[in-house]
């Protein structure tokens, strides 16, 4: 069933949820299974895990809410070799005149088709996923 505000949602994870995607992604590699995309960010955002613009406010909480597993999310460098249970998001920018570009993405997996800060900028820093359990 769509639900009121869906077309907003959809909006803002399309513009701002790249690492909202990538968590997911590292869900899907985990689990095995499919996640429903516009469910889980209204699941996220009905508990506080993301605000409505897609601004991640805990990572590790979104995981377990996927996987039903623990996590811990911290920045590491770029580039970070992942240890047994890490799963690495990376953080790129492109810096402009006034202003700096973000983007995030996994080693082999962008929701992007053609991100313009991954092709014209360059890697900053990582996220390291790891599960606890």
Not at 14 to 34: H, M, N, P, R, S
Not at 43 to 63: D, F, Q, R, S, W
């Amino acid at each position: 069933m769509i639900k009121k505000g869906e077309q907003t949602l959809a909006l803002s994870l399309g513009k701002t949820g790249c690492y909202f995607f990538c968590l997911c992604q590292i869900a899907e590699e985990v689990t095995k299974k499919e996640v429903n995309v516009l469910d889980a960010a209204r699941k996220a955002i009905a508990k506080g895990h993301m605000e409505t613009n897609c601004y991640v406010n805990y990572p590790g909480l979104i995981l377990e809410m996927l996987t039903g597993k623990k996590w811990s999310v911290t920045h590491g460098p770029y580039p970070y070799k992942a240890k047994k249970n890490e799963y690495i998001v990376e953080r790129w920018e492109k810096k402009n005149t006034m202003s700096t570009d973000a983007h995030f993405v996994r080693e082999k997996f962008d929701s992007l088709s053609l991100s313009p800060v991954v092709r014209d900028g360059k890697p900053v820093s990582t996220r390291i996923c790891k599960m606890l359990n």
